[in-house]
């Protein structure tokens, strides 16, 4: 791809991390915050803990102020995106006249931007999950300045490879769930449990410690001390639990107790 082809209006095409394009972003620009209006930002449960933690609020009353839930038919998960504002051009709550107010902790959508990645990509079709590709909206004008990227260095930039890092076990479950058969649906509980492992950290956190989990699961005391301490380790823990819930894979396991009881019913 010659860097001539890069500007706003291109047709969707699949990157990989070697791909270059040119691309600059800055308050000098005519279209500055442009992109935050009208956009829909799917949230990572990564993005959600710094998100509330910036917010200062419980990640409960964080969903419930901040964002939408939805029930997307290709994946049969819940996916959780930021609830625009109602005015003219459905702002982002974030967004001010001189840039973003939590810039430090934009979720990983807009951190990627002006590139999309198909693991956050919910379109019919976006089955894969290692490619990139250009979200095409004609009033970005960076694609006309001059600095040029490679995708891999673009991602290094802007820290979306940490992010990734962290939500990786989670775009793991929703890309494999989204290649299973349509017709194999989830429990609504199973469903319920998604959400909560994976965007109600917080509530997550008083599942596991203050009902049946622990009696339930055999956990080691190192990884206890860890998620009570840790929300990124909790996050961890919570997508191995994910995993085994949903694909019965992994190291996770009942306690011999809870193993029998569930065998003799
Ligand atoms: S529309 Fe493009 S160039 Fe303009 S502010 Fe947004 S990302 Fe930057
Ligand atoms: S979170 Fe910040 S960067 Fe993202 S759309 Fe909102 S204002 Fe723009």
Redesign the pocket.
């Known amino acids: 791809m010659s860097d001539s082809e890069n500007k706003a209006g291109i047709e969707p095409m699949q990157l990989g991390l070697d791909n270059r394009f040119k691309f600059r972003c800055h308050k000098g620009v005519d279209c500055f915050?442009k992109?935050?209006r009208g956009?829909n930002?799917v949230l990572t449960p990564y993005d959600i803990i710094r998100l509330k933690n910036r917010l200062q609020l419980p990640s409960e009353e964080f969903i419930a102020l901040y964002t939408d839930v939805q029930l997307l038919e290709k994946t049969d998960l819940p996916v959780v995106t930021?609830k625009l504002l109602d005015d003219e051009q459905q702002s982002?709550?974030?967004?001010r006249d001189d840039?973003?107010?939590?810039?430090e902790d934009?979720?990983t959508?807009?951190r990627y931007y002006p590139l999309g990645t198909a693991s956050l990509s919910y379109k019919e079709g976006a089955d894969k999950s290692g490619f990139y590709f250009f979200v095409n909206e004609p009033h970005c004008l960076g694609f006309e300045e001059d600095q040029v990227w490679s995708v891999r260095d673009w991602r290094e930039d802007q820290g979306v490879d940490t992010r990734d890092d962290v939500n990786a076990e989670w775009t793991d479950l929703v890309v494999r769930k989204r290649s299973f058969p349509p017709n194999m649906k989830l429990t609504e509980q199973t469903k319920k449990m998604f959400f909560l492992a994976s965007y109600n950290i917080d509530k997550f956190k008083k599942f596991v410690f203050e009902s049946s989990f622990l009696s339930l699961y055999d956990v080691d005391s190192e990884t206890l001390n860890a998620i009570q301490k840790d929300e990124i380790a909790l996050l961890k823990f919570g997508m191995k639990w994910l995993k085994w819930l949903l694909f019965k894979e992994g190291a996770f396991k009942l306690n011999a107790e809870a193993a029998q009881r569930r065998q003799s019913r």
């Open positions: 915050t992109c935050c956009i930002i930021l982002c709550p974030f967004v840039g973003c107010i939590i810039y934009r979720p959508t807009c």
